[in-house]
C-alpha cells in the first residue's frame, strides 16, 4: 500500500487526529515540570488511547482504559497530590543532567527502532482480522480458554507486587536504614 492509497482513506484521517494529540500529551507527561499538569496530560494520552482501541473495533478494552485509567488511577493521582503536599511549582534540581538525558534518549530511540523492526519482521504487512477477538464475549473466551495459564501468573505478579508496595509503604524509617 502506497501513501497516497493510504492517506485517501478517511479511517487513516481519524487515526491521525487521534494519534498526532496522544503522542503529543504523551510527550508532555515526561517533558512537563508541574506534576498535576504531567497528569492532566496523561488523561488526554489515556483518552487517545482508549479511542485509538475503540476505532480498532476492541471496546472492551477501550472502555477499560476509560474507566480503570482514566477513571480510577488519574483521581488516585490527584488524590495522592493533595495528600502529600507536593511541591506544584516548577522544581529545577528534579531534572537530570544533560550528561544522562542524552543517553538515556538515545538508548530509547535505539530501543524504539529494535522493538519495531522486530515487530515488522515478524509480522510484515499483515493484517489483523476484524472477525478474530474484536467483541468482549470473544476477548473474554480467548482469554479464559487459552490464555488462562498466563493470565492467573500475571494476577500472582501482582497480587505479589501489592504485597510489596504496602510492606515498603509500611517500613519505619529505621527499618529501611538497615
Not at 492517506?7 to 491521525?16: A, K, Q, R
Not at 472492551?60 to 488519574?74: K, N, P
Not at 477477538?133 to 495459564?149: L, Q
Amino acid at each position: 500500500m502506497s501513501f497516497g492509497d493510504w492517506i485517501s482513506e478517511g479511517e487513516n484521517w481519524v487515526f491521525l487526529l487521534i494519534s498526532i494529540p496522544t503522542v503529543v500529551a504523551g510527550w508532555r507527561v515526561v517533558s512537563t515540570k508541574n506534576i498535576v499538569r504531567a497528569v492532566l496530560y496523561l488523561v488526554v494520552a489515556l483518552g487517545g488511547t482508549a479511542a485509538l482501541f475503540l476505532l480498532l473495533g476492541a471496546e472492551f478494552v477501550g472502555w477499560t482504559v476509560v474507566l480503570v485509567y482514566i477513571g480510577a488511577v488519574i483521581i488516585l493521582f490527584l488524590i495522592g497530590i493533595m495528600i502529600t503536599r507536593a511541591p506544584l511549582g516548577m522544581e529545577s534540581d528534579l531534572s537530570h543532567p544533560m550528561e544522562i538525558r542524552v543517553p538515556a534518549a538515545l538508548l530509547s530511540l535505539v530501543l524504539f527502532l529494535f522493538v519495531g523492526w522486530a515487530m515488522i519482521d515478524a509480522f510484515g504487512t499483515d493484517a489483523i482480522p476484524v472477525d478474530e477477538a474484536s467483541t468482549s464475549a470473544e476477548i473474554g473466551t480467548v482469554m479464559f480458554e487459552r490464555f488462562v495459564i498466563p493470565f492467573e501468573i500475571v494476577s500472582f505478579v501482582l497480587l505479589a507486587a501489592l504485597i510489596g508496595g504496602i510492606a515498603l509503604a509500611r517500613m519505619d524509617p529505621e527499618e529501611a536504614d538497615a
